[in-house]
C-alpha cells in the first residue's frame, strides 16, 4: 500500500510540473506583451533588448491621445516645461511629442462593450429557449435542424465576407452597432443551442412534471425550475459567446470604419507620426485583455461547474 501511494503521489508530481511548464509557455506571450507595453519608446527598438529598465506609462498615454511632433526648432521653453502637465511631460521626454488631442481607444472600447455585451445577452437569450424547445418538445427532424444550426457555425467568415457585405450595404447597417450585433447573434447562437442543449438534457424532466403538475404553466416551469438550475450552463456559454464577439476582427475589420468600429479592427493600424507605435500597441492589446479576464473571474465558480457539467451521469 505504502508503494502505491508512492507511485501515486509521483504521478501527481509529474502531472503538475508538467502542467506549470505547459502554463508558464502560455504565458510567455501575455508576459511579451504587457512587458512591452511598459517599457520606454527608446528601449523597444533597443537590440540585444534590456532586461533591466525603468518602467513607463507613456505606452498608455499615447494610446488614449493624438500627438504631434515638435518642429525643429520650436522646443518648449522651460517655463513651459514646468507649466505642462505630468502626463503632457511624459510624452515630451520620450518621444518629443505634444498632445493634440483624446484619441480614438476609448470611443472603440465602448463600441467593443455595447455590441459584445448586446450580442451576447441576445445570443443567450435565443440560445437558451431555442434548446429548451429541443431539449423538451418532439420537434420533428430534431437532428437534422440541429445539424444545420451547427453547420452556420462550420463556415469561415471569409466566405460569406463579400455577400455580407454587399447586404448590409445595401440595407444601411454597414459601419453600425446593430449590424455587428445581428451578425455576431446569428454566427454564435448556434454554439449556444448546442452547448445549453447539454445542460438542459442533464435537468431531470420530472421536476417541470412535478411544477405542472401543481398548476404551474410551461412558461412559469421553465423560469422557475429550468433556469435556476440551469445558470451554471447559461454563464458558461455566456463567457465563451463574449470572448467570440470580443475578438472576432475579420467582420469588424470589413464592415465598420468609424462609427462602430472595434478594437480588434482599430487596434493594428496605429501608426504615429514616428512610425508603427509598438509600445501604444501593447498597452492596447493589454487593455484589450481586461474585460475577457474580468468576466471570466467573476464567473470561473460557474465556468469551472459548468465544463464539467453532465460528467457524471445517473
Excluded at 284 to 296: Q, W
Aim: charged share 15%.
Amino acid at each position: 500500500m505504502a508503494q502505491v501511494r508512492e507511485n501515486k503521489g509521483a504521478r501527481k508530481a509529474i502531472v503538475a510540473v508538467v502542467l506549470i511548464i505547459f502554463t508558464i509557455i502560455y504565458m510567455i506571450p501575455l508576459f511579451y506583451i504587457v512587458n512591452t507595453s511598459f517599457r520606454p519608446w527608446a528601449d523597444i527598438r533597443e537590440y540585444p533588448p534590456k532586461l533591466i529598465y525603468q518602467p513607463s506609462v507613456a505606452a498608455f498615454i499615447r494610446i488614449f491621445t493624438a500627438r504631434a511632433v515638435y518642429p525643429p526648432g520650436q522646443a518648449p521653453t522651460e517655463q513651459e516645461l514646468k507649466d505642462m502637465s505630468t502626463i503632457e511631460r511624459i510624452v515630451y521626454k520620450e518621444t518629443n511629442e505634444r498632445i493634440v488631442r483624446t484619441g480614438d481607444l476609448p470611443r472603440r472600447y465602448l463600441n467593443s462593450l455595447i455590441i459584445c455585451v448586446l450580442s451576447t445577452m441576445i445570443t443567450i437569450l435565443l440560445g437558451t429557449t431555442a434548446a429548451y424547445g429541443f431539449s423538451r418538445f418532439p420537434v420533428k427532424g430534431k437532428d437534422d435542424w440541429m445539424f444545420f444550426i451547427l453547420s452556420t457555425r462550420m463556415l469561415p467568415p471569409v466566405i460569406v465576407g463579400i455577400p455580407v457585405f454587399l447586404m448590409f450595404r445595401n440595407v444601411g447597417l454597414n459601419d453600425s452597432h446593430l449590424g455587428l450585433i445581428l451578425l455576431y447573434v446569428a454566427f454564435n447562437v448556434s454554439f449556444a443551442v448546442w452547448v445549453l442543449k447539454g445542460f438542459i438534457d442533464e435537468i431531470p424532466r420530472e421536476y417541470e412534471d412535478a411544477a405542472l403538475v401543481d398548476g404551474y404553466s410551461r412558461f412559469q416551469a421553465f423560469r422557475k425550475i429550468v433556469l435556476p438550475q440551469s445558470v451554471t450552463g447559461i454563464a458558461a456559454t455566456a463567457v465563451f459567446v463574449f470572448i467570440f464577439a470580443w475578438n472576432e476582427y475579420a467582420f469588424a475589420f470589413m464592415l465598420t470604419r468609424n462609427t462602430a468600429q472595434t478594437v480588434p479592427a482599430w487596434l493594428p493600424y496605429q501608426m504615429g507620426v514616428l512610425g508603427f507605435d509598438w509600445g501604444a500597441a501593447a498597452a492596447g492589446t493589454t487593455l484589450f485583455l481586461i474585460p475577457p479576464m474580468v468576466l471570466t473571474i467573476l464567473l470561473r465558480n460557474h465556468l469551472v461547474r459548468g465544463i464539467s457539467f453532465g460528467a457524471v451521469r445517473k
